[in-house]
């Protein structure tokens, strides 16, 4: 058996080590077009920031991977898929396969600004190779400026400010941190964050153009009228599923990779995908949707290896979950933050710089917003993904978020690992 994983980000291995627990024997060739082997993405920005070197940024040591024969094999793009000869062109080889998995990731998506594209000094901020190319361009007299305060631009803008005279974050949301806090959080994110980070913020408002000078922007127009002056410019407005070469070899993709939900195969029996490349669907509300997240890379890659190998893994529930700090506050968020409609209704409880808002629909617990309150984060994590309905518990889950909710035969279950 020939497997071939395209791509080496966090479903790419996972995918690679799951077919090697189940299957010990056959080759495992995973192509990718980074110059480096497997390193965890979420660590870029401490990366920047100089918190972590990059040496501490592998997620497993060279040897690792010769002892346990995944064949990695870097600096190669691929170019093509042939599904009827079942072979994968990269470069100048061509990889022959028996089950192959599309593991691609997503790429950052730059929208249309007059002056900006080709210009040497503008930046994205997604990968390493992206890290160190600004690393490499700032300094403590740099004005930096940031499209998106999402979670990439925000992590940017983190980074940058430890290093930059200033950072002025443009966000075209009249809110931070959009896809994860709800408007009354964001608030109360954004002023700590403007104390302590020394972060401008301009909502509500987007780069249009830039004034250059050769090839470097010095300035950006915003949509409002105002000039900001600009030695780097960070686009980091968000990313688009990497999908190009699976919609050229006939796999059926709509925004991202269409896949068997459980087992992560495409239409074509022998494909699979996993990754940000893929569409999810999420459990708690039937939505098709795009979840860009590292856990559910690993938990996508897992199961497609598993499933390649002939093993029994499928996906369980799909929903998204963050954890995440910036500038020392601590953020945790899970499934849906900005849920609309009559059936959902809100318990939020705030005391001084921490801020709690769970989500509630049909008297079940369904998204949640910790900020300085992630004690136990993972009871509400279980109510949701149980579907738990809340008037089993004895007593009230904005009160007591320990296994104190639950009555005293599942907590002996909760406590031994058995299923309830």
């Known amino acids: 058996m020939k497997y071939v994983i395209i791509g080496a980000s966090a479903a790419g291995l996972a995918c690679a080590e799951q077919i090697r627990k189940e299957d010990k024997n056959s080759e495992i060739t995973v192509l990718s077009k980074e110059n480096f082997l497997p390193y965890s993405r979420p660590t870029i920005s401490y990366y920047l920031k100089g918190a972590v070197m990059e040496k501490d940024m592998f997620l497993r040591k060279n040897s690792y991977y010769a002892s346990n024969g995944i064949d990695i094999v870097i600096k190669t793009e691929v170019k093509s898929i042939d599904r009827k000869n079942k072979t994968v062109k990269a470069g100048r080889k061509v990889y022959p396969y028996d089950k192959l998995c599309i593991c691609t990731g997503s790429k950052p998506f730059i929208p249309p600004m007059k002056n900006v594209s080709g210009?040497?000094?503008?930046?994205?901020?997604?990968?390493?190779?992206?890290?160190?190319?600004?690393?490499?361009?700032?300094?403590?007299?740099?004005?930096?400026?940031?499209?998106?305060?999402?979670?990439?631009?925000?992590?940017?803008?983190?980074?940058?400010s430890k290093i930059c005279r200033s950072v002025d974050v443009v966000e075209l949301s009249p809110r931070i941190l959009p896809s994860i806090l709800d408007m009354k959080s964001s608030k109360g994110v954004k002023k700590y964050i403007e104390e302590k980070g020394k972060i401008r913020f301009h909502l509500g408002d987007t780069v249009t153009g830039a004034e250059t000078r050769g090839k470097r922007i010095t300035s950006v127009f915003l949509k409002s009228g105002d000039k900001l002056k600009c030695d780097i410019l960070v686009v980091a407005v968000g990313v688009r599923p990497e999908t190009e070469i699976a919609e050229s070899a006939g796999i059926e993709v709509n925004r991202g990779i269409i896949t068997n939900p459980s087992t992560l195969q495409t239409n074509d029996r022998d494909i699979y995908a996993a990754g940000d490349c893929t569409v999810s669907v999420d459990m708690l509300d039937g939505s098709k949707k795009i979840i860009a997240l590292y856990p559910n890379a690993v938990y996508q890659g897992t199961a497609a290896g598993s499933q390649m190998a002939g093993g029994d893994i499928e996906l369980g529930g799909t929903y998204p979950v963050n954890a995440i700090d910036f500038w020392g506050l601590r953020i945790c968020t899970c499934g849906l933050i900005n849920a609309e409609g009559e059936q959902y209704s809100d318990r939020i409880v705030q005391n001084g710089d921490s801020y709690k808002r769970l989500i509630i629909e049909d008297n079940r617990l369904v998204g949640f917003v910790l900020i300085n309150a992630s004690e136990n984060a993972g009871i509400y994590t279980s109510l949701?993904?149980?579907?738990?309905?809340?008037?089993?518990?004895?007593?009230?889950?904005?009160?007591?978020?320990?296994?104190?909710?639950?009555?005293?035969?599942?907590?002996?279950?909760?406590?031994?690992?058995?299923?309830?």
Request: positive net charge; hydrophobic residues 45%.
């Open 384 to 420: 949701i993904e149980n579907k738990t309905d809340l008037s089993s518990l004895e007593y009230d889950i904005t009160e007591t978020p320990s296994l104190f909710l639950f009555e005293k035969s599942i907590r002996a279950k909760k406590l031994k690992g058995e299923s309830v």
């Open 119 to 160: 210009k040497t000094n503008v930046f994205t901020f997604l990968d390493l190779a992206a890290a160190k190319a600004l690393k490499t361009a700032v300094n403590k007299e740099t004005r930096a400026v940031v499209i998106g305060a999402g979670l990439i631009g925000m992590k940017a803008a983190e980074g940058l």
